[in-house]
């Protein structure tokens, strides 16, 4: 399952991504602990940071620099409007490619049920 999960996430990682900003504001090291929480566990600090940095550039956040104890100010990133037009539209790609690879799931165990 790794080589695909990385491979899927490729494509479906700045949904992800936009998805936690629509819940809140977050710095780029939040948003990776988070994702290892949540089982990501192969992913790469670098991979979210340059996320961040392409998302940015097309517009889908606010950035906002905010002072740290630990060291140089943070970079908190909170999703901004057409960051939001773009997340429904990862949703609504995301249903269409899951309804269809569910029914050919469904397609193909019914037929490896038939041929027992």
């Known amino acids: 399952m790794g080589k695909q999960l990385t491979e ?29 929480e949540q089982g990501f566990s192969d992913i790469a600090e670098g991979t979210v940071y340059a996320l961040l940095v392409r998302i940015e550039q097309k517009g889908f956040v606010d950035v906002e620099k905010v002072p740290s104890e630990k ?25 269409f490619l899951a309804q269809r690879l569910e029914q050919l799931h469904d397609t193909e165990t019914s037929q490896q049920g038939d041929n027992r």
């Open 71 to 95: 060291g140089p100010p943070r970079k908190v990133y909170a999703l901004n409007a057409q960051g939001r037009e773009q997340l429904a539209e990862f949703w609504s790609t995301w249903s």
């Open 8 to 36: 899927m996430l490729k494509g479906t990682l700045e949904g992800i991504v936009l998805a936690i900003l629509s819940v809140r504001s977050a710095y780029g090291y939040e948003i990776t602990a988070w994702l290892r």
